[in-house]
C-alpha cells in the first residue's frame, strides 16, 4: 500500500487522440512498468519484456479512437495542472531513458462493445496512476468521467476485469459490484504465483 497521502491530486482530463497517443504512449509505457518492476502487480507482462513491446500495449489502441460507432475506444489522460509539480515530476523508462510528458500521471479507456445485443455495454481498461500518485483520487477523477460519458452515449452495464485484492477495494468504494473471481487468472510479473480476477460490473 502507498503511503504518499499528501492530499488530493489536482488534476485536469484530457481525450486522447491518435496524435496524441502517439506522443503519450512512452509516458504512458513508462508508468505501467514502474508498477510492474516496483510493486510486482501484474499488468500484461512477464519478465522479460522491452521498453518497446510496453509502448506497443497503448498504441495498439490508436485505430479504435478513430471509430465512430460499436468497437470504439475513448481514452483520456489526467495531467498535473501546474507548473510546479510538473517540474517536481521526471518520466523514466525501464532503460533509465527520460519520457516526455512528464506530466500526465493517469490514464483510462472505456471501450464500447461491438455486438448488436450488447451495444449497451461498455468495459472500462487501463487505468492505471502513477504509483508516486496513489491514493490522491487521480483515479477517482478519470472513473467519475469515464462514467459520466459511458451513460451519456446511453451505456447501461459497464464491465471490468481486475486483479482481486487491492484494485477489486478500489473499485467497490466507487460502487462498483463483484460478480465473482475466476481463479488463478493472471501470473505475476516474474511467472511465480497466479493470481485471482475479480469480474466487476457498474449498472449505470
Ligand atoms: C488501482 C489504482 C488505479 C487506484 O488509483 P488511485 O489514484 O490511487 O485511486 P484513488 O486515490 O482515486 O482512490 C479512490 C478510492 O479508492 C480507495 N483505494 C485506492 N487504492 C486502494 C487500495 N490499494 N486499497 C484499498 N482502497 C483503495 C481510496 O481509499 C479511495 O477512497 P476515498 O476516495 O474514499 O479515499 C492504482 O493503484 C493503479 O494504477 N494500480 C495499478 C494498475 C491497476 O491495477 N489498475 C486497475 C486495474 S484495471
Excluded at 491518435?18 to 510492474?36: F, G, V
Excluded at 509502448?55 to 501546474?82: C, H, N, Q
Excluded at 487468472?185 to 449505470?204: F, Q, S, V
Amino acid at each position: 500500500m502507498q503511503s504518499n497521502q499528501a492530499g488530493r491530486a489536482k488534476v485536469v482530463l484530457e481525450r486522447v487522440t491518435p496524435e496524441t497517443l502517439a506522443q503519450y504512449a512512452p509516458r504512458l509505457a513508462a508508468m505501467t512498468t514502474s508498477h510492474i518492476l516496483n510493486h510486482n502487480r501484474s499488468i500484461n507482462f512477464l519478465h522479460p519484456f522491452t521498453s518497446h513491446q510496453a509502448i506497443e500495449l497503448f498504441l495498439k489502441t490508436s485505430s479504435y479512437l478513430s471509430l465512430d460507432g460499436p468497437g470504439r475506444v475513448i481514452m483520456w489522460v489526467a495531467k498535473l495542472p501546474s507548473e510546479e509539480s510538473r517540474e517536481a515530476l521526471e518520466s523514466v523508462d525501464m532503460d533509465g531513458k527520460s519520457t516526455d510528458n512528464a506530466d500526465i500521471v493517469g490514464t483510462v479507456q472505456l471501450a464500447f462493445h461491438t455486438s448488436p445485443n450488447g451495444v449497451h455495454r461498455s468495459e472500462v481498461r487501463k487505468l492505471i496512476v502513477d504509483d508516486r500518485y496513489e491514493r490522491r483520487g487521480i483515479a477517482r477523477t478519470l472513473m467519475d468521467e469515464l462514467q459520466r460519458y459511458a451513460k451519456e452515449e446511453g451505456s447501461k452495464l459497464c464491465l471490468l476485469d481486475t486483479e482481486a485484492g487491492y484494485a477489486e477495494h478500489f473499485y467497490t468504494k466507487l460502487g462498483w459490484k463483484l460478480s465473482g473471481y475466476i481463479p488463478n487468472y493472471a501470473m505475476t510479473p516474474d511467472g511465480l504465483e497466479k493470481r485471482d480476477a475479480a469480474l466487476m460490473y457498474l449498472e449505470l
